[in-house]
Nanobody, 127 residues
Framework: QLQLVESGGGLVQPGGSLRLSCAAS????????IGWFRQAPGKEREGVSC????????YYADSVKGRFTISSDNAKNTVYLQMNSLKPEDTAVYYC????????????????????WGQGTQVTVSS
């Protein structure tokens, strides 16, 4: 069974940092494309970052470029999203998703992933 579990969210002040984790079971992440998405109340789901770990290709939304970094730990079968210089507009529920390795473009475009959407992890940036 394919399962993704997000964790690491919380309440932080503007300018603070968080590291989100996406732990996978049922597949080996280094053979897939992985994406992070977020959804704020009343807004559509928004693509944040994608990683094709086989060759290190990454994508970042303009809104997070230079502040967020996606990475993976193959030994732990986990993908991370390091978030620095957080802003109130980063407040959202963050989700991870998996795509078949050749479908990096599908991740960037926010298409339907191989995985089902989980419960995500809440990130709140407020003073």
């Amino acid at each position: 069974q394919l399962q993704l579990v997000e964790s690491g969210g919380g309440l932080v002040q503007p300018g603070g940092s968080l590291r989100l984790s996406c732990a996978a079971s049922g597949l080996t992440l280094d053979y897939y494309t992985i994406g992070w998405f977020r959804q704020a109340p009343g807004k559509e789901r928004e693509g944040v970052s994608c990683l094709r770990d086989s060759d290190g290709v990454t994508y970042y939304a303009d809104s997070v470029k230079g502040r967020f970094t996606i990475s993976s730990d193959n030994a732990k079968n986990t993908v991370y999203l390091q978030m620095n210089s957080l802003k109130p507009e980063d407040t959202a529920v963050y989700y991870c998703a998996v795509y078949r390795l050749p479908l990096f473009r599908l991740c960037v475009q926010g298409g339907s992933p191989l995985s089902s959407w989980g419960q995500g992890t809440q990130v709140t940036v407020s003073s």
